[in-house]
């Protein structure tokens, strides 16, 4: 399925749909994992009814965005959502998900726009970038544990880091790690 700024904005009407239904909500356990609940507004809609379409569009949400195949697709979404500020908890999350598809139709847009001469060329090497985001989480104390929590390998990691050698990630990849870690290529 190629995805394309109908696919995001089609996606981003179902959730704000969603969200006039009540409240859908995560928290996040010690171990990084998200429990989502929700909440209805008056009588519109049971609390299961709103979770299960959520996590349904939340999922379809994280495999359009990247995420890894055999990696939880729900999970990768609302990673996405948090941006690497480990919160504990979150709130509007069909709210959230609808702002976060325009982003993403953006970029769908800027990709199908822009003349492929024009597209400016990855900078190598975020080595400090990598770091500095390390430090701030305050919990990542290797390389392999930051792979861990932006949803790449260890040795895309490395090669992001590394202003040597060729970049053996796609410019995507490269973009959402950058993205993540709050920094612009």
Not at 43 to 62: I, M, P, Q, Y
């Amino acid at each position: 399925m190629a995805i394309d700024t109908t696919f995001w904005r089609d996606l981003q009407a179902q959730f704000r749909e969603l969200h006039r239904g009540g409240e859908v909500w995560a928290i996040n356990d010690d171990g990084g994992h998200w429990g989502v609940g929700a909440e209805p507004e008056g009588n519109s809609e049971s609390a299961d009814h709103l979770k299960t379409v959520f996590c349904s569009l939340a999922e379809r949400a994280g495999i359009a965005a990247g995420a890894p195949k055999n990696s939880d697709a729900l999970e990768w979404w609302l990673n996405l959502l948090d941006g690497g500020q480990n919160k504990l908890c979150m709130k509007s999350l069909a709210w959230r998900s609808a702002d976060y598809c325009v982003k993403l139709e953006t970029r769908v847009l800027d990709l199908e726009m822009r003349p492929p001469a024009l597209m400016k060329t990855a900078r190598r090497g975020y080595r400090c970038e990598v770091r500095e985001w390390m430090a701030r989480t305050g919990d990542l104390k290797t390389v392999e544990q930051a792979a861990g929590r932006l949803f790449v390998s260890y040795d895309t990691l490395k090669s992001i880091m590394s202003g040597k050698g060729k970049l053996r990630c796609s410019e995507s990849t490269l973009k959402s790690v950058l993205g993540k870690i709050g920094c612009e290529p």
